[in-house]
């Protein structure tokens, strides 16, 4: 069992950053990948970024690609997704998750077994 908590959302004008943070707590955190996801209301919950279990290997979302970095330091059990250049459209709830039966990517939402309560970014133009 895998316990998530997101933190670092916020409101923001068009063109400026914030940096998520998600804190794990429970199984291993070197045993699984972990992934992003958002969500607006009405709307599936959507794919942004994964990153593996060691931190090699990242993958994105086209709309998201070149403007956001995930990241993880196994060493505080945490992972961050840092988004520059941040846009209107990018308005949502942010969800962690961790695919705890995999060590490479994952980029389906039932491929996670444990989500975050999420956390509200807004972007004003």
């Known amino acids: 069992q895998v316990q998530l908590v997101e933190s670092g959302g916020g409101l923001v004008q068009a063109g400026g950053s914030l940096r998520l943070s998600c804190a794990a707590s429970?199984?291993?955190?070197?045993?699984?990948?972990m992934g992003w996801f958002r969500q607006v209301p009405g709307n599936e919950r959507k794919f942004v970024a994964a990153?593996?279990?060691?931190?090699?290997?990242?993958g994105y979302a086209e709309s998201v690609k070149g403007r956001f970095t995930v990241s993880r330091d196994n060493a505080k059990n945490t992972v961050y997704l840092q988004m520059n250049s941040l846009k209107p459209e990018d308005t949502a709830v942010y969800y962690c998750?961790?695919?705890?039966?995999?060590?490479?990517?994952?980029?389906?939402?039932?491929?996670?077994?444990?989500w975050g309560q999420g956390t509200q970014v807004t972007v004003s133009s």
């Open positions: 998750a961790a695919a705890t039966s995999a060590f490479g990517l994952r980029t389906g939402a039932t491929e996670y077994d444990s």
């Open positions: 429970g199984r291993t955190f070197t045993s699984y990948a």
């Open positions: 990153i593996s279990w060691r931190g090699n290997s990242t």
